[in-house]
């Protein structure tokens, strides 16, 4: 063994539940373990990136992982942590899902097969399709009682709540369809680990209990905590929705600055959680950031080891270079460097006029870019003011009363920023 994977995870406060033996068969042998992935999208978000994370720490402690896309169980959908039935997908949507998430996963885990303990892809309705429901009926569930079932807190809360609509059959079966899941991969792939968070307890010890009886296995469980953030909101959710880890969909620069805005509480969390630097290191700049938490040095960290892992090096680079341009000595050619989605994240809110291509092919005077044309300034007295003050920019870049706005000045070939002082910026969007 390479190290002791629950003992990395216990430092790093990734570890909630353990079932007894655990530890000990993980230093008996490399074992395989896995973890369950919900196709509910065509990407993973960082709700999922714990889950990943912890498939990495089992690959490098020398173990094998198994990541399990729900095919089958996507069509079901889990009650744990719900207080509603969920809306159930459709074949061809699961399969578009499933291969984005696949995608996904395979920037993270070695599935390559170059190394003893390569990862494994499983999709469970591989071996849920051709089930029947007298055989389900017959075979699995005349093993697990109702009593049983019933004691488990996903289906306790539902049945116990307010809620009229109660818990159908499909999501009450549902513990023992994932159940099934670690029978089968038991059985034909020696997995004897299922890994997951906190909600997910009862659905993995339903799969150790259907081992035990079914076929007198001995298995074994191992829950996360949910993250959560000390604020009370919601890990991973902005006003604008989740952030994800595809970067059609959530941008480098909006990546990084989700971590660079973390709480310094949450920040010291998230530099066990999301990074793999050692505990000497993090408890160095735990030190250095208490001692100027001004600097945020724990939020910069953690946004430079996440958004690398995730998205590679130059990404990082862009995103920081994308962040110092609001706040930084940025240039019209800093500007430029910018793909234009990234850059309409960096002004995302910031007010905006369109203009004619044609106006600037023609030559558009500063006084009518201001005025006229924009709405950013109230009059031609109160632009030419600004100008004669030496308050307006350009691209980021000083402009005097006879400045000629042209094509050169567009920004991703569509785009002009005025700015006057330093924090009010207007953008001029070509049509």
Partial sequence: MKKNFVEELRWRGLLHNIMPGTEEQLQKESTTAYIGFDPTADSLHIGSLVQIILLMHLQKSGHKPIALVGGATGMIGDPSGKSNERNLLDEETLAKNIKGVKQTLERFIDFSGAVENSAEMVNNYDWMKDLSFLDFARDIGKHITV???????????????????????????????????????????????????????GNITTGTELIRRKVQGKAYALTSPLVTKADGTKFGKTEGGNIWLDINRTSPYKFYQYWLNASDVDAENYIRIFTFLDQDTIEKLIVEHKEAPHLRLLQKKVGEEVTIMCHGEEAFENAVKASQILFGKSTAEDLKTLDEQTFLDVFDGVPQAEIEKADLENGLDIVDALNEKSGFLKSNGEARRALKENSISVNKEKVK???????????????VLLQRGKRNYFLLKVV
């Fill in 401 to 415: 009363e006879d400045f000629v706005l042209s094509t050169k000045d567009l920004i991703a070939d569509k785009f």
């Fill in 147 to 201: 009593n049983y079932m019933m004691a488990k807190d996903s289906v306790k809360n539902r049945i116990n709540a307010e809620s009229k609509e109660g818990m159908s059959f499909t999501e009450f079966t549902y513990q023992l369809v994932q159940g099934y899941d670690f029978l089968h991969l038991y059985t034909h792939n020696n997995c004897k680990l299922q890994i997951g968070g906190s909600d997910q307890w």
